[in-house]
């Protein structure tokens, strides 16, 4: 037996919610599918995953750190509380809660934490929904991740056809399952939850990470490379791509705020160092270190690949650079000695 | 309509391997077949050999003009695949001295118009799909320059020319060009708003831009060797991806292409935020229109853009 909800709850599931935290659900927004604070007026979408991946509820896009003013020797800083207050992310299909984990190793693991990103996760809430129609870019299997359910969550949602059954995972799911319970919403259900449908893009990675540890030279990078336009949007709807810069956002020349916002190794001023020199100088380092991170780094340091198969920079790149294909033709590669 | 795409690609194929084998070009951009039926994505290749993996289609969308940038410190001689609209890119590079015309040898193609990839329903089985609306709008399916051709196309500057060569026929009967006279029709709508309702619409378009900077990366107009948006050194810009910066990042792109966006559509198509950036570049269009006369950018080499040239003449109500 499962806890569940009728589908024609979710309303009242959702204003529930809505009184307990800011609750992030997928939405569309000025035609763009996002995540987005849930209101009287927001459409929910839980039928297909979001243009947008989740991670800007936990990295925004730009975020003011700290504010100062500087006149001669006399200086003032003024930090800013990371804190938005408690969140709950509704309907994350797995890819995303995988994106999240990832964004955790970067942000809160091996001796460095980020205070802006830790605040936001701790007073996070996060209830997965498990996938049953994987979009036309989805490859989230060939990555590791089961598009039913993932066990980092919070909570999971599983569609039942009719109703959502819903599982506590964590203290943070039963507080919510509970609180669900209290008002009223929750019945029992024998039902089992829906099989996840058939994937279009067929890729295995089996191996990928060793042979790009023989493969920093190889001329396929150079080919990759000859159609990439080398603008932003696939790490900016990445789950997983965390590079951000410091920069500052000043009102004179005394004082300002300073600001972390994402930044992308796309981009040719990204590994530009002072005096000039680029160890990147080309788009061919530039798309080698894209996805010589996601598939060889970021296993290599974290033993999880830094790429969930979410599909998102596949449906668009807007030259079909895709990743299913560079594993591909990676895993194809001769290698010479 | 398969039939004449692949005897089209056939003929790609066929001259691209020439013009390797012969070394008179070191390098050939065109498409190849992507990773479903409805992707035709771009492809760069050196070898004849792999002159296999061209390939043309009614997805083949990609204005490829862009990517010569990459060339513009080179002395190599670049083959290149046009549509119709993408040739004014061409135009533009040449004139805007990125591009030296001698270094690049351009084959005209005929264009079908291309299928709206967002009309797909069925991801696995190959279906109809409606025109985009670029092309329903096109005023320029033919080349406008060309040194070869395949297909039979013709090479003209002629405005609203009827589609020519193997597709021509595919190509009316799908609708290209047939919604020319909407052209302003998005520019005229958002003209009609009250200004508060104009003020929350390109509010919200500007709340959506992530900054990725996909629309000027793929512009044939935006060629600056360095542009302000890649540092916040100067303090003109900076990174932050605020409505307001972004409306000064959306505004400066729109202003710099004035009378130099030659209309490929590219822009909007490749907005991974949907943002409708056609309709600033062609209020531009419009206004310059009024002001300077009828002009259409990339058509005519000889021919300056209007913010390009001095005459006596020139409008000045400003002053």
């Known amino acids: 037996m499962l806890k569940a909800f009728p589908k024609d709850k979710l309303t009242a599931v959702l204003d529930t919610l809505a009184k307990q935290a800011t609750l992030w659900v997928p939405s569309v927004v000025a035609s763009v599918s996002r995540f987005a604070p849930y209101g009287p007026d927001r459409e929910v979408q839980l039928g297909a995953n979001t243009v947008m991946s989740p991670k800007e509820a936990l990295f925004p896009a730009t975020e003011k750190i700290y504010e100062y003013s500087a006149y001669g020797i006399d200086g003032e800083f003024t930090p800013v509380d990371p804190s938005v207050g408690p969140q709950i992310l509704f309907g994350l299909r797995s890819c995303d809660m995988q994106g999240i984990l990832c964004l955790d190793d970067v942000f809160l693991t091996r001796g460095y934490v980020d205070d802006y990103y830790a605040k936001k996760r701790e007073e996070a809430t996060l209830v997965t929904l498990g996938c049953v129609t994987p979009g036309p870019d989805c490859f989230c299997y060939a990555m590791g991740v089961n598009p039913a359910e993932h066990e980092a969550s919070d909570a999971q949602l599983f569609d039942l056809g009719d109703a959502y059954g819903i599982v506590a995972r964590t203290a943070k799911g039963e507080a919510l399952v509970s609180a669900l319970a209290a008002a009223g919403l929750l019945v029992e259900s024998n039902k089992a939850p829906l099989p996840t449908g058939d994937f279009v893009l067929k890729v295995d990675a089996e191996?990928?990470?060793?042979?790009?540890?023989?493969?920093?030279?190889?001329?396929?990078?150079?080919?990759?490379?000859?159609?990439?336009?080398?603008?932003?949007?696939?790490?900016?709807?990445?789950?997983?791509?965390?590079?951000?810069?410091?920069?500052?956002?000043?009102?004179?020349?005394?004082?300002?705020?300073?600001?972390?916002?994402?930044?992308?190794?796309?981009?040719?001023?990204?590994?530009?160092?002072?005096?000039?020199?680029?160890?990147?100088?080309?788009?061919?380092?530039?798309?080698?270190?894209?996805?010589?991170?996601?598939?060889?780094?970021?296993?290599?340091?974290?033993?999880?690949?830094?790429?969930?198969?979410?599909?998102?920079?596949?449906?668009?790149?807007?030259?079909?650079?895709?990743?299913?294909?560079?594993?591909?033709?990676?895993?194809?590669?001769?290698?010479?000695? | 309509m398969r039939e004449i795409?692949?005897?089209?690609?056939?003929?790609?194929?066929?001259?691209?391997?020439?013009?390797?084998?012969?070394?008179?070009?070191?390098?050939?951009?065109?498409?190849?077949?992507?990773?479903?039926?409805?992707?035709?994505?771009?492809?760069?290749?050196?070898?004849?050999?792999?002159?296999?993996?061209?390939c043309y289609d009614e997805f083949a969308v990609n204005n490829l003009t862009g990517l010569l940038l990459d060339f513009r410190d080179s002395q190599d001689k670049i083959a290149i695949f046009v549509k119709g609209c993408d040739s004014r890119g061409i135009v533009r590079l040449v004139q805007d001295n990125q591009l030296k015309r001698e270094n690049v040898l351009v084959i005209g193609v005929p264009c079908p118009g291309m299928g709206d990839k967002g009309a797909v329903t069925d991801h696995r089985q190959a279906q109809e799909l409606p025109l985009l609306a670029k092309c329903l709008e096109c005023r320029y399916p033919n080349p406008v320059l060309a040194d070869r051709t395949i297909g039979g196309v013709t090479v003209t500057t002629e405005p609203s020319a009827a589609p020519s060569g193997a597709t021509a026929e595919a190509a009316k009967g799908r609708g290209v060009g047939s919604k020319q006279a909407d052209r302003f029709a998005q520019v005229e709508a958002i003209e009609k708003m009250s200004p508060d309702e104009r003020s929350a619409f390109w509010q919200?378009?500007?709340?959506?831009?992530?900054?990725?900077?996909?629309?000027?990366?793929?512009?044939?107009?935006?060629?600056?060797?360095?542009?302000?948006?890649?540092?916040?050194?100067?303090?003109?810009?900076?990174?932050?991806?605020?409505?307001?910066?972004?409306?000064?990042?959306?505004?400066?792109?729109?202003?710099?292409?004035?009378?130099?966006?030659?209309?490929?559509?590219?822009?909007?198509?490749?907005?991974?935020?949907?943002?409708?950036?056609?309709?600033?570049?062609?209020?531009?269009?419009?206004?310059?229109?009024?002001?300077?006369?009828?002009?259409?950018?990339?058509?005519?080499?000889?021919?300056?853009?209007?913010?390009?040239?001095?005459?006596?003449?020139?409008?000045?109500?400003?002053?």
């Not at chain 2, 229109?289 to 040239?309: Q, R």
Request: glycine share 8%; charged share 25%.
């Open chain 2, 204 to 319: 919200a378009q500007n709340e959506k831009c992530i900054r990725c900077y996909a629309c000027r990366n793929i512009c044939p107009a935006c060629n600056c060797r360095e542009c302000i948006f890649d540092s916040d050194k100067k303090n003109w810009v900076n990174k932050a991806a605020t409505p307001t910066d972004n409306a000064f990042f959306g505004i400066t792109r729109a202003m710099h292409v004035a009378g130099r966006c030659v209309e490929c559509g590219e822009c909007e198509r490749v907005c991974p935020m949907d943002i409708p950036i056609m309709a600033m570049n062609r209020k531009l269009i419009g206004d310059l229109n009024e002001l300077f006369g009828p002009y259409d950018a990339g058509v005519k080499p000889e021919e300056k853009p209007p913010l390009g040239a001095f005459k006596l003449d020139d409008p000045e109500e400003f002053m």
């Open chain 1, 207 to 337: 191996g990928i990470t060793e042979k790009l540890q023989h493969m920093f030279d190889h001329p396929l990078w150079d080919a990759f490379s000859r159609k990439c336009l080398n603008c932003g949007a696939c790490a900016y709807i990445c789950p997983t791509c965390h590079c951000f810069d410091i920069s500052d956002k000043k009102r004179n020349a005394h004082c300002g705020v300073k600001i972390k916002c994402w930044d992308t190794c796309m981009y040719a001023e990204y590994a530009l160092m002072a005096g000039g020199h680029n160890p990147r100088p080309s788009k061919k380092e530039r798309v080698r270190q894209r996805f010589m991170h996601k598939l060889r780094y970021f296993p290599e340091r974290y033993g999880k690949l830094q790429c969930t198969g979410c599909g998102r920079c596949i449906a668009k790149c807007p030259v079909n650079l895709e990743i299913t294909d560079v594993i591909q033709q990676v895993r194809e590669a001769k290698i010479d000695g």
């Open chain 2, 5 to 54: 795409n692949a005897k089209l690609t056939q003929e790609m194929g066929d001259l691209a391997r020439d013009l390797l084998a012969s070394g008179e070009v070191k390098g050939v951009f065109g498409w190849t077949k992507g990773s479903r039926w409805y992707l035709t994505p771009p492809v760069f290749i050196t070898k004849p050999e792999e002159a296999d993996q061209l």
